[in-house]
């Protein structure tokens, strides 16, 4: 997953606004045939774990979640629905695309969780179209206060795995330098204070 | 694929500012197993129609279009990558997401197209991160004049239907009322004028 350039360093700024010294960029991962599958199998597992059974329909979050969603769902036979950032000023307007049916419990998907700042705008309009929302899967998490704020939302966080997890595992196959965990480390520790 | 509400008539404006007196809304396919595997199969055929060999990567373009390659993607085990309309003004802004290659012969996919307003700039941006780009796939034509702006792009349209062919067989099988299918007819005739 990270000999594919889904992991930088340097000087980013988060979609919060809040500045980042890595970019976990897991857009790159559907470009690798072989790491895409490995994603996919990932969040199912993270699905069973969750048990399939509790969810009607799969509900990515545009546009790096529709990719996952889009697979996970046409693999696990659900359907699928997609929620937007903004309405779009043509068309049918809405935030969630898809034949969503009222009372369906939405299982929400996206690829990275930071502070949970796009998640809560995406729970917020699955439940205005009427579904029931307690879930939300992410393949990983960067630590920074997403699951709280989904705690607050009523929702749960379900990553496959945390950035921490990541860079210790990594840095013990010497795939990352002391210097770049460091700075994850810090990411992570500035979002706690 | 039409007892799922993806044909709807009325008032409607589509992207290009044109009005429309019907909406081909294939965003609800995916909320529909039984369908979006329908669709992904018709979306098979044309690429086996074309030469699966003829291309490197699938490239879907944002939103609707991410639904189906990633599922094609997926499927045929090829690198995919997606076109955004704008660019995000956080990370690593960039119309094109995904790990591209210089070189690498994409295959554009989107669910339908109308005048090709929003396939060319896609086409471009993927040029000009250095794909090759020859063709355009679409599920469903609507027959408003994209085929010829395509072709005046360098590019080729290969469509599974078109909207036509698809009004003929509903009012064959009693799916579409006289003053529906004429709706259709007459957005497409207005088209060419």
Redesign the interface.
Request: aromatic share 14%.
């Given at each position: 997953m990270f000999g594919?350039?889904a992991l930088?360093f340097g000087r980013?700024?988060?979609?919060s606004?809040r500045p980042s010294s890595y970019?976990l960029?897991l857009?790159?991962v559907?470009?690798?045939?072989e790491a895409?599958?490995v994603e996919?199998q990932a969040y199912k597992s993270v699905v069973k774990s969750l048990g399939e059974e509790r969810f009607d329909?799969v509900a990515g979050i545009?546009?790096?979640g529709?990719?996952?969603s889009?697979?996970l769902?046409?693999v696990l036979?659900?359907?699928?629905?997609?929620v937007?950032k903004e309405e779009?000023g043509?068309?049918?307007s809405k935030l969630v695309?898809?034949?969503?049916r009222p009372g369906w419990r939405a299982l929400v998907v996206d690829d990275v969780i930071t502070d949970g700042g796009s998640k809560i705008p995406a729970v917020e309009a699955l439940r205005k179209a009427g579904c029931v929302v307690s879930d939300v899967v992410v393949l990983v998490d960067r630590l920074e206060g997403g699951a709280a704020r989904l705690a607050a939302a009523g929702t749960k966080l379900a990553a496959y795995a945390d950035v921490k997890e990541l860079a210790d595992i990594l840095l013990e196959r010497g795939r990352l330098t002391k210097g770049d965990y460091e700075a994850v480390v810090k990411q992570v520790e500035g979002a706690k204070a």
């Open positions: 594919i350039g930088r980013f700024t988060l979609a606004g970019y960029d857009r790159v559907p470009s690798h045939p895409y599958e996919i329909v545009a546009t790096a529709v990719t996952v889009s697979v769902a046409f036979k659900k359907p699928m629905v997609y937007r779009k043509y068309g049918l695309e898809g034949a969503v």
